[in-house]
């Protein structure tokens, strides 16, 4: 495990609820977006809520995949201090980042247990992390810059 830290439930909780909150975002901007378009009257049409809903989905899909393949981070991830990496604690490939989304409906089942894993487990991995290969780990604290030693005292010139 190369001495990285795991990321706690808790953690791991702030930087989903951030990620949500960038989903939101997303969805309301369609929505604004389309009632700027098609006018106020828009917002009743339950097609276009599905439209949007279609859309915030599979913009989640592809914001998670791909920031945890390019990076291993989401902005909720960056923004808490840790990161999604293989068991050996390189990068993500493609493949797994997108295996590790899909395996986020067996963390679902039954009542978000597969979630609630990384609280109870030692390692704190949840089932997707399991299925995937993965962990999240915190990132590591740059040790602190030490002060060069004070120059010595030079006799004044006389």
């Known amino acids: 495990m190369n001495g990285a830290r795991p990321a706690g439930f808790w953690i791991r909780v702030v930087a989903l609820v951030i990620d949500l909150v960038v989903f939101t975002l997303v969805e309301l901007s369609m929505g604004l977006a389309a009632r700027r378009v098609w006018g106020a009257g828009v917002r009743d049409s339950t097609m276009l809520q599905f439209t949007i809903f279609l859309f915030t989905l599979l913009f989640a899909a592809v914001y998670v995949i791909l920031l945890h ?14 990161r999604v990496v293989l068991l050996d604690g ?10 590790r989304f899909f395996a986020y409906a067996f963390s679902c089942l039954p009542l978000g247990f597969g ?33 060069p030693p004070p120059a010595a005292a030079t006799p004044p010139l006389a």
Request: glycine share 10%.
């Open 69 to 82: 393949a390019a990076t291993g981070q989401t902005i909720g991830k960056m923004l808490m201090g840790v």
């Open 115 to 147: 979630y609630v894993m990384a609280g109870l487990r030692r390692d704190k991995r949840a089932l997707h992390d399991l299925i995937a290969g993965t962990r999240v780990e915190r990132e590591p604290t740059p040790a602190p810059a030490s002060l």
């Open 90 to 99: 390189r990068r993500l490939p493609l493949g797994t980042a997108l295996l």
